[in-house]
């Protein structure tokens, strides 16, 4: 088995769009999927030469390399995969807005070198806001068992490698606990709870985007609290406010209070993989040479 987790996370979610554009959803088009790859990987490889750039002109590079570090390939493909499973949108500039934004939120929106937005919600309610051609379908997937064994699998596998199960469990407890005692509260049958439960988006967004372990809080108990406050919101902007999307505007709204969390409770920031030490030459050997 290979070491990144993120290897499993790509084969996956390009799964997940096979099986959407031959099953399910024929509002995916490959030439939108297109866009969105092309633009994550040249920001991404803009934003990454950026920042180098800007390491070595103040001369940070030996005390404290980044995580995102020389350019990686991985994290914008799963970003634009993403987009392309959740996002809908018919003109080809706004696909390309969406994805820029959610790879130059990494670079941008960021504190003590960590981004906290999840770029693929970032992009998404940031295009939502700025744009009036883009929506999202939530119920895109159904709510077919077989779904559900097929998302819960294949999001194992990625979180027992990265060793993130306890967001997920949070939020998808804390959600359906909620959620049970609203369908108590209205004397509902329980086939109502788990129609409810049983959304392909719910899954996709617990399994793949709120697990992000480079923007979600360090320390697990911080982890705990994030996921169970997201599972509130998520609950009050549904049943209250009957926002169909209230998944990613939860976790848009909280995603900064991971901050504060990781000042709370301290704990060793993720990478996925040791960040290289880059090496500035001293001034002796600049001056003997």
């Not at 991985?74 to 994805?99: E, F, G, K, N, Q």
């Not at 967004?205 to 705990?224: E, V």
Request: charged share 15%; net charge positive.
């Amino acid at each position: 088995m290979r070491r990144d987790a993120r290897d499993y996370q790509i084969l996956f979610l390009s799964l997940f769009l096979v099986l959407g554009i031959w099953a399910r959803d024929w509002t995916l088009r490959s030439e939108m999927i297109g866009v969105a790859i092309v633009t994550c990987l040249l920001t991404q490889l803009i934003g990454s030469l950026a920042a180098q750039y800007w390491l070595w002109m103040i001369g940070r590079g030996q005390t404290t390399p980044s995580c995102d570090l020389p350019f990686n390939w991985r994290s914008p493909l799963i970003t634009a995969l993403a987009l392309s499973l959740l996002l809908r949108t018919d003109h080809y500039t706004t696909m390309m807005v969406a994805s820029g934004l959610a790879i130059a939120s990494k670079f941008v929106l960021q504190t003590n070198d960590k981004h906290f937005f999840n770029p693929a919600n970032f992009g998404i309610v940031a295009t939502l806001l700025l744009t009036q051609d883009a929506w999202v379908s939530p119920g895109q997937w159904g709510e077919d068992v077989w779904y559900v064994f097929i998302f819960v699998g294949a999001g194992g596998l990625v979180l027992k490698r990265v060793g993130r199960w306890d967001t997920t469990v949070a939020f998808l407890g804390s959600y359906a606990f909620l959620e049970a005692l609203r369908n108590l509260w209205l004397g509902w049958t329980w086939d109502v709870w788990a129609h409810r439960l049983m959304s392909g988006s719910l899954l996709l967004f617990a399994l793949f985007m709120i697990t992000d372990p480079r923007s979600i809080p360090n320390a697990r108990l911080g982890r705990l609290v994030w996921a169970g406050a997201i599972a509130l919101l998520t609950f009050i902007l549904r049943n209250q406010f009957f926002i169909a999307t209230a998944v990613f505007w939860a976790l848009f709204a909280l995603a900064p209070v991971t901050i504060l969390l990781d000042q709370y409770w301290s704990a060793t920031r993720f990478c996925w993989k040791e960040p290289p030490q880059l090496e500035l030459p001293k001034p002796s050997e600049v001056m003997s040479g």
